[in-house]
């Protein structure tokens, strides 16, 4: 089956610095990747949806100069958090999608703390 | 827009226990119908799909029907195990909503030996 990687599975910063988060698909090309944000027993929060080669569709209330996203190619897809706080901590998970199939695969998470 | 309600838990069974967890959406077109699993401190598995009327979806014992007369998925398993304590999310994609997903708030089931 499809799998998607993320990298890393968990990080530690300190608040005011940046974080990248790389999400990757390693056996088909995803033309859409979706960022998602989970918060403790809570559902999935999408943050944007990005296309390989387009700028990212940001959903309402998601800061996107805050969240940037680059979907630089077809298998690789980042999300940088600049300027990181502590009410950014939280689970992001990214999924990926190929064209035809409308289900999603998700990567395994990264868990982010800022202290 | 596309909305999916799920039942709210924890949902708590004994091992072999049968399960039903509530599905029902709305959505403009004919969606395709997931149902994901979460297991603690892991991202999603799709553990199985529909994508028109009356198809059943299954895996590893669960099921699900789509009912397009009363626009639900429910997931069903006739006897669950420990290993299946997780959070399970129904969620659905349609052209309508430009394929963008849309997941219910996920129902925890919790099994005891």
């Known amino acids: 089956g499809a799998v998607v990687s993320q990298h890393p599975s968990w990080v530690i910063c300190k608040s005011g610095t940046s974080v990248k988060i790389e999400c990757r698909s390693l056996?088909?090309?995803?033309?859409?990747m979706f960022w998602y944000r989970q918060f403790p027993k809570q559902s999935l929060m999408l943050m944007a949806t990005?296309?390989?080669?387009?700028?990212?569709?940001?959903e309402q209330g998601v800061e996107k100069d805050k969240f940037l996203i680059n979907h630089a190619s077809l298998t690789l897809s980042t999300l940088t958090v600049t300027s990181a706080h502590p009410e950014d901590s939280s689970f992001y998970i990214c999924?990926?999608?190929?064209?035809?199939?409308?289900?999603?695969?998700f990567g395994p998470g990264t868990r982010l703390t800022v202290t | 827009g596309n909305s999916v309600t799920q039942m709210e838990g924890p949902v708590t069974l004994s091992e072999e226990a049968f399960l039903t967890i509530n599905c029902t959406y709305t959505?403009?077109?004919?969606?395709?119908l997931f149902w994901y699993v979460q297991y603690p401190g892991e991202g999603l598995q799709l553990l199985l799909k529909?994508?028109?009327?009356?198809d059943k979806g299954s895996n590893k014992g669960f099921e699900a029907t789509y009912r397009k007369e009363t626009t639900s998925f429910h997931l069903e398993k006739g006897s669950v195990q420990v290993s299946d304590s997780a959070v399970y999310f129904c969620?659905?994609?349609?052209?309508?909503?430009?394929?963008?997903?849309?997941f219910g708030r996920g129902t925890s089931l919790i099994v005891h030996p």
């Open positions: 999924s990926a999608s190929d064209s035809g199939i409308h289900e999603q695969y």
């Open positions: 056996d088909f090309q995803a033309t859409t």
């Open positions: 990005s296309n390989e080669g387009s700028k990212a569709t940001y």
């Open positions: 959505a403009t077109g004919y969606p395709s």
């Open positions: 529909a994508t028109k009327a009356d």
């Open positions: 969620a659905l994609s349609s052209l309508g909503g430009s394929y963008i997903p849309t």
